[in-house]
């Protein structure tokens, strides 16, 4: 009987952590077709010297948290060569979004912006 009380309250134990983790990551996450739409100021990223001097090409992803105001508070990178990576970083700090609510009140949320390079 005691082991079998065990296994409950670790169960019960898990399932709460589990709501708990959820509930933390409930922040507000938009599409990259969303991010787009919502964005008010998109001024594009600089082609790094270096870059076109190596002919480096490709896509930078990053998400952007943006609090309720619809200013960037801080870019954190998802994919993307590292040379190309910073530029885009300095372009996304200064986007501008629309507010985004829930139940009529401004959230903070993550928006989802890839941009390109060397590429047309």
Do not use: C
């Not at 008010?40 to 930078?60: C, F, H, R, T």
């Not at 992803?61 to 105001?69: G, K, M, P, Q, R």
């Not at 954190?76 to 985004?100: C, H, I, M, Y």
């Amino acid at each position: 009987m005691k082991l079998r009380n065990t296994y409950i309250v670790a169960a019960a134990t898990f399932f709460l952590g589990a709501v708990q983790i959820v509930s933390a990551d409930s922040t507000k996450r938009l599409t990259p077709q969303e991010s787009i739409s919502a964005a008010v100021s998109k001024p594009q990223p600089e082609y790094p010297q270096l870059a076109q001097q190596l002919k480096l090409q490709g896509s930078v992803t990053l998400n952007a948290f943006v609090s309720e105001d619809g200013t960037v508070d801080h870019v954190e990178p998802v994919t993307g060569n590292p040379v190309l990576l910073r530029s885009a970083e300095d372009a996304l700090k200064r986007w501008k979004f629309s507010k985004q609510t829930e139940d009529g009140k401004p959230v903070k949320f993550v928006a989802n912006v890839t941009f390109n390079f060397g590429t047309k």
